[in-house]
T-cell receptor, first 114, second 113 residues
Framework: AQSVTQPDIHITVSEGASLELRCNYS??????LFWYVQSPGQGLQLLLK??????LVQGIKGFEAEFKRSQSSFNLRKPSVHWSDAAEYFC????????????FGKGTRLSVIA | DAGVIQSPRHEVTEMGQEVTLRCKPI?????LFWYRQTMMRGLELLIY????????DSGMPEDRFSAKMPNASFSTLKIQPSEPRDSAVYFC???????????FGPGTRLTVL
């Protein structure tokens, strides 16, 4: 079965600074990878996803993520953070075959300071 | 598209009472998932359905929890009797195809006193 680890529970960045949120997964084959964002009191919203092809994936709100098979990682990046990006971010991994549902990481809470 | 709809958004009840949470998935989606989110355990998958049929309920914590999907546009998650440790945010999500993007509802915040 697949698993996913988000090593950082909480990250604080200054507005305008760059951001990288880490995600490491464990799965024997090529996984399906997702990043979701959850604002307070809201459900999870898809930021971007990787199924195959180009390993650099562009998403909404200026986010991007890069799939690195050799490192089993799918880190989320943004070049310049806005105060409205403060939220909880979840990485999820799905199996390409079989009926194993998505596995979500524990999440990383992002705080943005002026 | 209205997205995934959940009701109620907030529920406060007393221990021992029956609680029913409702979900309307996105029209045309064939998978429906129920999750529970807590600070301690994060996001946990409780059960999921395919074409209204329960496929995997191994995440349902106890027999007090049950879920149904009588048709393609409606699902319920019932807790009977409720306990304080059931307090959490419950999410419903739907997708077209098992491995595709899951679309989440806004959640139901349940508080059991």
């Amino acid at each position: 079965a697949q698993s996913v680890t988000q090593p950082d529970i909480h990250i604080t960045v200054s507005e305008g600074a760059s951001l990288e949120l880490r995600c490491n997964y464990s799965y024997g084959a090529t996984p399906y990878l997702f990043w979701y964002v959850q604002s307070p009191g809201q459900g999870l919203q898809l930021l971007l996803k990787y199924f195959s092809g180009d390993t650099l994936v562009q998403g909404i709100k200026g986010f991007e993520a890069e799939f690195k098979r050799s490192q089993s990682s799918f880190n989320l990046r943004k070049p310049s953070v806005h105060w409205s990006d403060a939220a909880e971010y979840f990485c999820a991994v799905g199996a390409g075959m079989g009926n194993t549902p998505l596995v979500f990481g524990k999440g990383t809470r992002l705080s943005v300071i002026a | 598209d209205a997205g995934v709809i959940q009701s109620p958004r907030h529920e406060v009840t007393e221990m021992g009472q029956e609680v029913t949470l409702r979900c309307k998935p996105i029209s045309g989606h064939d998978y429906l998932f129920w999750y529970r989110q807590t600070m301690m355990r994060g996001l946990e998958l409780l059960i999921y359905f395919n074409n209204n049929v329960p496929i995997d309920d191994s995440g349902m914590p106890e027999d007090r929890f049950s879920a149904k999907m009588p048709n393609a546009s409606f699902s319920t998650l019932k807790i009977q009797p409720s306990e304080p440790r059931d307090s959490a945010v419950y999410f419903c999500a739907s997708t077209l195809g098992f491995t595709d993007t899951q679309y989440f509802g806004p959640g139901t915040r349940l508080t059991v006193l």
